[in-house]
């Protein structure tokens, strides 16, 4: 499986209708869609389609074709982020109606050539499943815990601060989490503790 860590677009067109379509990680899906509804009032549809993994690590997929005639849009873009064998990730296409009916064929086309688009012009990565890990730590030894995270490229997802230390959430592989429990084990007697949530 393959994902991708930005988003992407391109634009094609077909019959005078434009199809612009992002290819984004599935954390910024919500956030993009909001954004490019204000920021394509004019647009006819804005078709989508995601797949990402629920807490039981199974494929999760939806998709909406927002008004285009009933799996005309949505279905080709799904099919291929199937083929590809994307997850953790979606595709949003703006159509502007260019005033020539494509038809149904014409459609599943033109959704299904954007999608595969997009997908063309993206830096696919390998999907690595990661895994939530809570941790507290006090402040004496904050310093070390922020070096070793600098120095192996984690970027913790959450990190609050509290009376007597530093709660963390971090998403790490399974190799990560070995690497990191082995490094955090001897601060375990005074400073180190795992938690169950933040």
Known sequence: MKTINQTFKS????????????LTPIAEF????VKLKEEHPKARHIVWAVRYLNEYNQIVENLSDDGEPKGSSAP????????????????????YFGGIK????GLVRAYGSVAKEVIKSADLVKFVQKEPL??????????????????KGIVPLKKEFEGNGVKFELQLSKEEKDEFLKFAKEYERDGF??????
């Open 193 to 198: 503790k795992l938690e169950t949530s933040l």
């Open 102 to 105: 494509l038809g149904i064929g």
């Open 30 to 33: 919500k956030s993009l869609h």
């Open 134 to 151: 809570f941790f507290s730590v006090c402040y004496h030894y904050l310093s070390r815990f922020e070096h070793y995270f600098s120095t």
């Open 76 to 95: 080709p873009i799904l099919s291929v982020l199937r083929g590809e064998e994307l997850i953790e990730c979606g595709i949003l296409v703006v159509r």
């Open 11 to 22: 634009e094609i067109e077909i019959k005078k209708s434009t199809f612009i379509a992002y």
